[in-house]
């Protein structure tokens, strides 16, 4: 009962489709304008339906310069256990891997391996194809909120989400299960936990030990999302920019960067690109636990009428919308590839 009031008292716990209720009105009326209710497709012309939906994180990672992201191998759900087997034998790659879907859903069968075992584990599981990534060196995270109007020479920052990952710091009489419950955010994750963690989750700690229970920066996975805007500057902007510009058809979307020190990250050193999101995109600094729902509402609109106007320019340069009967299909795709992620 604890956790439910939490929920509702908390509207960054509030579902999806009540979030973006009032949205639904204003992407109506801009479906009436452009007649078409896909319109969004072509505002990142070269990703897959413009990043919205059924959108391979493989052929994303294919438009970033190699340099800006992890080593990255695609794995085909259809792939056999010697195959498999073969592939992490000959694979360049060093334990412990990030297994995430190749079509993913915040942060769902996102899973930290450490060991052929537990790939091989998840292989069995998976019913989608998946991605191994090299684990990222750099401790911190942000989300990078970019927007570039096809015909402008430079691009801005629109927003940052810092995020602070769930972790706890041991008292030596408590486990590690009661001290999450201590912290409804953490609470929250007991029953995902308990499957990841097993016996390790009644381990008591030691007193001052501190350890980070998820190593992503999911929200639904506990992490607390921080506005953390207020660090965008000239300097900063710049980088960015010239990173997203090298991004072939990219004007809308937010970068996942893990990163050393923000003043690294300011200077283009020290950081690597988790994911590149498109039309789908959240600027996740909304959902700071200080900010009210209108002000939520307010950033949405703002954002949804630049993912507007810029697939109107792009749709006037010849990207084509997807037809009414073309969305449908890829909606339904989507619904029926998430089911499988659920059921992870």
Same mark, same amino acid.
């Given at each position: 009962?604890?956790?439910? &009031? !939490?929920?509702?008292?908390?509207? @960054? ?11 639904? /009105? $204003?992407? %109506? ?115 990078? &909120? !970019?927007?570039?109007?096809?015909? @402008? ?11 602070? /990952? $769930?972790? %706890? ?176």
């Amino acid at each position: 009962m604890k956790l439910f &009031f !939490y929920k509702l008292t908390h509207w @960054e716990y509030w579902p999806f489709q009540v979030v973006y209720f009032p949205i639904s /009105f $204003l992407w %109506i009326y801009f479906s009436l304008r452009e007649r078409s209710l896909f319109f969004f497709n072509a505002v990142n012309p070269t990703m897959k339906n413009g990043g919205f939906f059924m959108v391979s994180k493989a052929e994303i990672y294919a438009l970033i310069p190699k340099q800006y992201y992890p080593k990255t191998c695609f794995v085909s759900a259809a792939l056999s256990i010697e195959e498999l087997e073969a592939l992490l034998k000959n694979s360049p790659f060093n334990f412990p891997l990030i297994a995430k879907p190749d079509m993913g859903l915040r942060g769902a069968a996102v899973k930290k391996l450490e060991n052929s075992a537990a790939v091989i584990q998840y292989h069995k599981q998976a019913q989608f194809d998946y991605l191994l990534q090299a684990l990222i060196p750099y401790p911190n995270e942000v989300g990078i &909120f !970019y927007v570039r109007y096809p015909n @402008e020479k430079k691009g801005r920052i629109t927003g940052i989400v810092a995020k602070e /990952f $769930l972790t %706890i710091i041991g008292d030596g009489k408590n486990t590690r299960a009661q001290l999450l419950r201590k912290n409804p955010r953490a609470a929250m994750q007991l029953e995902v936990l308990q499957e990841e963690m097993g016996p390790r989750l009644h381990e008591v700690l030691p007193e001052g030990y501190s350890e980070r229970i998820v190593p992503f920066g999911n929200h639904c996975r506990g992490t607390k999302f921080i506005d953390a805007s207020s660090w965008i500057t000239p300097q900063l902007t710049k980088t960015i920019d010239e990173i997203c510009q090298q991004i072939d058809g990219f004007y809308y979307g937010r970068l996942d960067i893990m990163y050393s020190t923000i003043d690294a990250l300011t200077q283009g050193e020290n950081f690597a690109i988790v994911e590149l999101n498109g039309a789908m995109s959240e600027p996740a600094h909304i959902y700071d636990p200080a900010h009210s729902i209108g002000y939520a509402w307010c950033t949405l609109f703002k954002h949804f009428m630049d993912l507007f106007k810029i697939s109107k320019i792009n749709h006037r340069q010849g990207h084509r919308y997807l037809s009414f009967k073309e969305g449908i299909r890829q909606y339904q795709l989507h619904r029926k590839h998430n089911q499988k992620i659920f059921k992870f």
